[in-house]
């Protein structure tokens, strides 16, 4: 361990908002706001300190509330082929989908 002023830093550690991020578990911005919220576990632990440092290979759980909120958001893809109006129509144009 490395120690720069107060703090501890392990070596081979990475932030945990990556580490979910890289896990496709959400966003970074999404994992800050669950970690603020009390509602990740780190091997068992809840994590509510920003920044905190995990190991690559620590196992991470959310809670049934984040679960559930992650569940409850929906993204669409549309494929638009060439042509096709999808921003607001304007006069005289093609009416939009």
Do not use: F, W
């Not at 070596?11 to 578990?25: E, P, V």
């Not at 994590?47 to 190991?55: A, C, E, M, N, P």
């Amino acid at each position: 361990m490395e120690e720069r002023g107060e703090k501890k830093i392990e070596q081979g550690t990475i932030r945990l908002s990556k580490l979910m991020a890289n896990r496709g578990i959400c966003s970074r911005r999404e994992a800050d706001l669950l970690i603020a919220e009390g509602m990740v576990l780190v091997d068992g632990q809840t994590v509510r300190i920003l920044g905190t440092k995990v190991s690559p290979g620590a196992r991470i759980d959310l809670l049934p509330a984040a679960q559930r909120r992650q569940a409850a958001q929906v993204t669409l893809i549309l494929h638009k082929p060439v042509g096709y109006v999808s921003t607001q129509p304007e006069p005289g144009y093609r009416p939009a989908i």
